[in-house]
């Protein structure tokens, strides 16, 4: 068998000057390229090559297990789970045993494995969904199970929830599937009594419900349209193309039900306000009604995008009018595209280019193909070989590229039309000589700054974290036959301070509120991210039972959440409702909105802050029912300006500046 000799952390001579943005500072640094591992991994993934780069790490295959690296090529979680999905919110479920369970970012196992499987997606607004005893239920980022386990899922796809609901199924859609929507404590927003639920991202949800079609409220599950619909297609900037029962008769509606145009035409399509209907007409609506349609000087191809629409004369020769209807580029192209930040791809004589909204050519047409816009550049292809040009059409990066695989699947390559393409400052090239294919990156320069030496690699850079392979697809060994060949991992040897770390000002307080028992775990990372209310309690129950030794028993409830910590906190009076029966657990807090808490806390501890009246120059802002509490919080140290004495009383609280709060709270306190 070949063996891949390997000195460690190989430095590639080439240098890449990267500018990465982290919040709202642009960092500007000279990084070497690395291999920071052996190659020494399997490629056996069944997503994009030997890597799916999470959060900031990879998933990395070796002797048949999974773990998961960082940049630095450090094995933070071990290769010891036969299956892994991506990280979210901080948490990657991982398999052993047959069992699913939870590890952080350094390989703790945090959440038991006692699981059957896990939604594909992850956690999605603390929330996932797990399978026990073949049913589904959904688990918070502590592990508590929260939504009791009596759902049903094809294929691990089960709903992700997104502004507090998710969509869930009893029984398997090949028998008698039924659907509903459920809200983040387990209540039906929708009842599961659905054939089918689609297009949940417009305001009406299209439903089916003993074979016939009607509409639904997304805001209120209720019944918008009635079930009277043979055929219903979702809707789309407010119109839906329906067929009612027992007729043939295709129709176009609007959010009302009211028919904008009825006909008999067995071919119609509706699509971003572009309605066509074979053999008649063509027209441009929206909710004023119609704005353009066919006449004797063109017929309509799509909708207005950026004040320009695409129109065919005779001939089929294509062009674009203007909003007033004008002819305002002649249709002298073979074929148009829809402009996208100022220019349009168009093709004369099977050659392509962009014109910019004058009609002025801006990319030469001369191209075989050309690929979209990434980091200000766009690969073309010419006599089978790539290149790319930027918006003023200048040819930033010669045309010298082969096509190579755009993927590899499995050891599988797979071919696509489409080049190269840039992601975070990197676009992965190949060459090919004598038959043999060989990959690397390049820069937004054109510079090689990992050289074409590697005989696979990920197709995009992320991170500036790449899987490479070294040795054929398959190798050939005497004793074993074919075996694959082996992956490693090449960085820009920057070690970045991860998402998940406190800033450097937080960190010392960070570090000493865990180890005081002051930070749930679902907290223990995201620190820059706004803290929600709910979470917020959940600071607050862990420093009142601390600092007391002694549990909450009180509760006190609100229709939209079944939290245990914000019941507590609302039982014994340290926050309050958004409305009589609702907390609104999942909003970000505001600063003002952490003063009035805080000094509720403080009172619940019997520890009440002094009264003294707030300093911040922007005093005049603070709401009135919250100044008072702000001076109260300033005074004692617990809170402090965003700089020029500022208070910023609506700018959110973030989980760092929270967590900082509370380890100031529980020294006072102490």
């Known amino acids: 068998m070949k063996s891949s000799n390997f000195s460690m952390k190989k430095t590639i001579t080439s240098i890449a000057i990267a500018i990465i943005l982290i919040g709202n500072t642009v960092a500007v640094y000279a990084a070497k390229f690395q291999e920071v591992t052996a190659f020494i991994y399997e490629q056996t993934h069944t997503y994009n090559s030997s890597t799916s780069t999470s959060e900031g790490l990879a998933a990395v295959c070796k002797d048949g297990n999974w773990g998961f690296i960082d940049k630095s090529g450090k094995e933070v979680v071990p290769c010891i789970y036969t299956k892994v999905w991506d990280y979210s919110e901080g ?66 796809m089960a709903g992700s929830f997104e502004e507090g609901k998710a969509t869930v199924q009893i ?125 004797d000087d063109y017929l309509l191809l799509s909708n207005f995008h950026e004040g320009m629409a695409r129109i065919r004369i005779s001939g089929d020769k294509q062009g674009f009018i203007d909003t007033t209807g004008e002819i305002a580029i002649p249709a002298i192209y073979d074929r148009v595209y829809s402009f996208n930040n100022g220019l349009a791809e168009v093709c004369l004589d099977d050659k392509w280019g962009r014109i910019d909204k004058t009609g002025r050519v801006v990319v030469p047409i001369k191209y075989d193909y050309l690929n979209g816009y990434s980091d200000g550049l766009a690969a073309v292809r010419l006599d089978d070989k790539w290149g790319f040009v930027d918006t003023t059409g200048r040819l930033v990066v010669p045309i010298k590229y082969d096509r190579g695989p755009s993927d590899v699947w499995n050891n599988t390559e797979t071919y696509y039309n489409e080049g190269p393409r840039f992601t975070n400052g990197l676009a992965r090239v190949s060459v090919t000589s004598n038959g043999i294919t060989k990959f690397g990156y390049i820069d ?75 930070v749930p775990q679902r907290l223990q990372s995201n620190y820059t991210q706004a803290i929600t209310r709910s979470e917020f309690c959940a600071l607050a129950v862990a420093l009142y039972e601390n600092v007391l030794n002694k549990v909450i028993t009180e509760r006190a409830t609100f229709t939209d959440t079944n939290d245990e910590d914000v019941e507590k906190m609302a039982a014994i009076g340290v926050v309050l409702g958004t409305s009589q029966s609702e907390f609104s657990p999942n909003s970000q807090l505001t600063r003002e909105q952490a003063a009035t808490m805080l000094s509720r806390l403080a009172n ?65 306190m102490e």
Not at 493 to 503: C, E, K, S, Y
Not at 504 to 517: H, M, P, Q, S
Not at 620 to 639: F, H, L, P, T
């Open 444 to 518: 937004t320069t054109g510079k090689e700054v990992v050289p074409l030496i590697y005989d696979a690699a990920d197709r995009y850079a992320v991170d500036g974290l790449m899987a490479v392979r070294k040795g054929d697809t398959y190798e050939y060994d005497n004793n074993i036959g074919l075996i694959p060949g082996k992956w490693g991992f090449v960085s820009d040897g920057i070690i970045l301070t991860p998402i998940t770390a406190a800033a450097n000002w937080a960190e010392a307080d960070v570090d000493d509120a865990i180890k005081a028992g002051l």
């Open 604 to 668: 619940a501890l019997a520890k009440p802050f002094d009264n003294k009246e707030s300093t911040f120059s922007d005093n005049d802002i603070i709401s009135d029912w919250a100044i008072v509490e702000v001076g109260q919080v300033q005074a004692a140290g617990i809170m402090q300006g965003t700089g020029n004495n500022r208070f910023s009383p609506e700018e959110p609280y973030t989980r760092e500046q929270s967590i900082v709060t509370f380890m100031r709270m529980y020294n006072v």
């Open 91 to 156: 948490l990657a479920a991982v398999c052993k045993d047959n069992k699913v369970g939870f590890v952080n970012y350094i390989g703790s196992e945090v959440i038991p494995f006692v699981y059957d499987s896990v939604s594909r997606d992850g956690f999605s607004e603390g929330k996932v969904a797990v399978e026990k005893n073949g049913k589904w239920g959904y688990i918070d980022i502590t592990g508590e199970e929260i939504i009791p386990f009596m759902y049903d899922v094809d294929h691990d």
């Open 171 to 295: 029984g398997s859609r090949y028998d008698k599937c039924k659907y509903g929507v459920i809200d983040q404590t387990g209540k039906e927003f929708i009842p599961v009594i659905y054939d089918e639920l689609r297009g949940y991202g417009t305001n009406l949800i299209t439903a089916k419900l003993d074979n016939k079609w009607g509409y639904l409220d997304r805001e209120t599950g209720k019944v918008a349209l009635p079930f009277i619909y043979g055929e219903a297609g979702d809707f789309s900037d407010g119109f839906a193309i329906v067929k009612l029962l027992d007729e043939t008769n295709i129709s176009l509606i609007d959010s009302a039900g009211r028919v904008i145009i009825n006909t008999d035409s067995s071919k119609i399509d509706y699509h971003d306000g572009y309605l066509f209907i074979e053999r008649l007409h063509s027209w441009i609506i929206d909710e004023t009604g119609i704005i353009a349609e066919d006449n």
